[in-house]
C-alpha cells in the first residue's frame, strides 16, 4: 500500500513524495527534517501508534496537515486520530484519484473526509442532541455551515449549498473555530465525537 501510493504521488503532476516510512519513529525522525506539506499517516503502524506519532508530530510542528488513511473506521479511533492533531480521516478503499483531491484539499487548509466517515459524524451530531452538542454555542448558519463540514462538503460546495460567498463561508468558520476553541473543521468534528463522561 505504502509503495503502490508513493508511486501514485510521485507519478502525478503537481506532487512529490518525499519520503514513505514504516514506522512512526522513522516518521518522528525524518518528517521534521524533510518537511512536507502534507502526511498521510496509517493508525497501525508497528511499535508507536499512527494517533500517539500525529500527536507528537503535531507538537513539534504545529502547522502541519496530517491525513488518517486507514482501514479503521470505529468512531473512537476517529475521535482520539482528531483530537490528536489530524487534518482529515480517510478509508483505504478510495480511488488514487480521489486521494490526490483529498491532500490537495488538505494542503489549502480544509478536512478531507471519506463518506462513510463523514456519516458517521452526521450520526453522532444527531444521537447525542442538541443538548450535548458542540453546536448549541453556534447560530443556527454556523451549525448549518459546520454540519455541511462534517458530510464532506469543502467550501465551494458548502457557499453554492447555502448560496453565499466562500468568503462569508470562512468568515463562519472562523466564529466557530472561536466559538469552539479549536483551530480547523477536524478540530470542532472531533468535538462532536468527544465521549460523554
Given at each position: 500500500?505504502?509503495?503502490?501510493?508513493?508511486?501514485?504521488?510521485?507519478?502525478?503532476?503537481?506532487?512529490?513524495?518525499?519520503?514513505?516510512?514504516?514506522?512512526?519513529?522513522?516518521?518522528?525522525?525524518?518528517?521534521?527534517?524533510?518537511?512536507?506539506?502534507?502526511?498521510?499517516?496509517?493508525?497501525?503502524?508497528?511499535?508507536?501508534?499512527?494517533?500517539?506519532?500525529?500527536?507528537?508530530?503535531?507538537?513539534?510542528?504545529?502547522?502541519?496537515?496530517?491525513?488518517?488513511?486507514?482501514?479503521?473506521?470505529?468512531?473512537?479511533?476517529?475521535?482520539?486520530?482528531?483530537?490528536?492533531?489530524?487534518?482529515?480521516?480517510?478509508?483505504?478503499?478510495?480511488?488514487?484519484?480521489?486521494?490526490?483531491?483529498?491532500?490537495?484539499?488538505?494542503?489549502?487548509?480544509?478536512?478531507?473526509?471519506?463518506s462513510q466517515i463523514a456519516r458517521m459524524v452526521v450520526q453522532s451530531f444527531h444521537?447525542?442532541?442538541?443538548?450535548?452538542?458542540?453546536?448549541?454555542?453556534?447560530?443556527?448558519?454556523?451549525?448549518?455551515?459546520?454540519?455541511?463540514?462534517?458530510?464532506?462538503?469543502?467550501?465551494?460546495?458548502?457557499?453554492?449549498?447555502?448560496?453565499?460567498?466562500?468568503?462569508?463561508?470562512?468568515?463562519?468558520?472562523?466564529?466557530?473555530?472561536?466559538?469552539?476553541?479549536?483551530?480547523?473543521?477536524?478540530?470542532?468534528?472531533?468535538?462532536?465525537?468527544?465521549?460523554?463522561?
Amino acid at each position: 500500500m505504502r509503495e503502490g501510493l508513493k508511486m501514485v504521488l510521485s507519478g502525478s503532476p503537481g506532487f512529490t513524495c518525499v519520503c514513505a516510512l514504516a514506522d512512526a519513529e522513522s516518521a518522528l525522525h525524518r518528517i521534521p527534517l524533510e518537511l512536507p506539506d502534507v502526511v498521510l499517516m496509517d493508525i497501525h503502524l508497528p511499535g508507536q501508534s499512527g494517533i500517539e506519532c500525529v500527536r507528537q508530530l503535531r507538537a513539534q510542528i504545529p502547522n502541519l496537515r496530517i491525513i488518517m488513511l486507514t482501514i479503521e473506521a470505529n468512531s473512537q479511533r476517529v475521535f482520539h486520530s482528531l483530537q490528536a492533531g489530524a487534518s482529515g480521516y480517510l478509508v483505504k478503499n478510495l480511488p488514487p484519484a480521489e486521494i490526490l483531491e483529498c491532500i490537495q484539499e488538505a494542503h489549502r487548509g480544509g478536512a478531507p473526509m471519506s463518506s462513510q466517515i463523514a456519516r458517521m459524524v452526521v450520526q453522532s451530531f444527531h444521537q447525542r442532541g442538541a443538548a450535548s452538542s458542540p453546536q448549541q454555542h453556534l447560530t443556527p448558519r454556523e451549525a448549518e455551515v459546520l454540519d455541511l463540514f462534517a458530510q464532506g462538503y469543502r467550501t465551494k460546495e458548502v457557499a453554492e449549498s447555502l448560496t453565499i460567498s466562500t468568503g462569508t463561508v470562512e468568515s463562519h468558520l472562523r466564529n466557530i473555530y472561536a466559538k469552539l476553541h479549536v483551530r480547523s473543521i477536524a478540530g470542532a468534528v472531533a468535538l462532536s465525537l468527544r465521549p460523554r463522561n
